[in-house]
């Protein structure tokens, strides 16, 4: 993850105590997705961002249990750059799909030196995979229609 959404002390935290973490994954993806119905964006983007990065460290502590985070990794990926396309952070929505493919997929490469890779992980991939190719597409759009912004973004 390119963006950092913990402080080093909570990120240190979540690494000492990675069971206590899980418990504050889902907390802050309610109030995030709560704060994201009130329209309070640069709010709900501070806890869903922070939901992300938690389960990106537990996913890296405890590559067994990939499954069990994969698609709420995903999720939560696919709810911040929607947070950020609508503050209007069209390269921070794209780099976030982005980066969580590029280290899905090096965890799955990781995997699959292993054993075999399971479906699932490869569809998470592929959804953001398709999510960053949706927002380049949307940028694309609105810059047609708003030629005095300028938005270079390409999919990796």
């Known amino acids: 993850m390119q963006q950092q959404f913990l402080c080093p002390v909570h990120r240190k935290w979540v690494y000492l105590h990675p069971k206590e973490a899980i418990n504050?994954?889902?907390?802050?993806?309610?109030?995030?997705?709560q704060l994201r119905f009130q329209h309070r964006w640069e709010e709900a983007l501070s806890h869903l961002g922070c939901a992300l990065e938690i389960t990106e460290i537990l996913m890296d502590?405890?590559?067994?249990?990939?499954?069990?985070?994969?698609?709420?990794y995903t999720a939560l990926s696919v709810i911040v750059a929607d947070t950020q396309y609508r503050l209007k952070q069209y390269e921070n929505a794209v780099n976030t799909l982005q980066n969580s493919k590029t280290w899905l997929k090096t965890l799955a490469a990781e995997i699959a030196s292993q054993r075999a890779l399971p479906a699932s992980l490869q569809d998470c991939i592929h959804t953001l995979e398709n999510g960053a190719q949706f927002f380049i597409e949307m940028m694309q759009r609105n810059y047609r229609h708003n030629p005095h912004q300028q938005h270079s973004m390409q999919l990796h």
């Open 61 to 72: 502590l405890e590559h067994h249990r990939y499954s069990k985070y994969s698609l709420l």
């Open 24 to 33: 504050h994954i889902q907390g802050a993806k309610e109030q995030g997705e």
